[in-house]
C-alpha cells in the first residue's frame, strides 16, 4: 500500500504563486509515476502534470508554462509549483500514484484546497 499526503493548499490573490507537496509513503517501489489532478466543484478531476521516475514530465495544454511538476526521487516527494494564479485555479487539488503514467492511478490522496480570490 501506497499513502500520499498533499500540502500547501491555501488562499491566493490572482497573480499569486503557491507550491503543492505530494509525500509518498509505504511500499513505494512500484510506484514509477506521479500526478498532479484538480477538480473544480461540479466538474470532472483534470490531469494537470505527471512525473516520472525516469526524468520524464507531461503537462495539459491549460497549465503548460504556467505549472511546473517535480519529482524528488530521493524523498518520494511531488511537487507543483503554480505560477501566475487566476481565480478558475480554484479546486481541490490531489496527487495521485501508479506504476506508470498511461493507465489508472492507484493511490490518491486526500486533497489539498486552492482558492484563488481578491
Known amino acids: 500500500q501506497v499513502q500520499l499526503v498533499e500540502s500547501g493548499g491555501d488562499s491566493v490573490q490572482p497573480g499569486g504563486s503557491l507550491r503543492l507537496s505530494c509525500a509518498a509513503f509505504?511500499?513505494?517501489?512500484?510506484?514509477?509515476?506521479m500526478a498532479w489532478f484538480r477538480q473544480i466543484a461540479g466538474k470532472a478531476r483534470e490531469r494537470l502534470a505527471s512525473?516520472?521516475?525516469?526524468?520524464?514530465?507531461h503537462y495539459a495544454d491549460s497549465v503548460k508554462g504556467l505549472f511546473t511538476v517535480s519529482l524528488d526521487n530521493a524523498k518520494n516527494t511531488l511537487y507543483l509549483q503554480m505560477n501566475s494564479l487566476k481565480p478558475e485555479d480554484t479546486a481541490m487539488y490531489y496527487c495521485?500514484?501508479?506504476?506508470?503514467?498511461?493507465?489508472?492511478?492507484?493511490?490518491w490522496g486526500q486533497g489539498t484546497q486552492v482558492t484563488v480570490s481578491s
Open positions: 509505504g511500499d513505494t517501489y512500484n510506484t514509477h509515476c
Open positions: 495521485a500514484a501508479s506504476g506508470n503514467c498511461y493507465g489508472t492511478f492507484n493511490y
Open positions: 512525473a516520472d521516475r525516469y526524468g520524464n514530465r
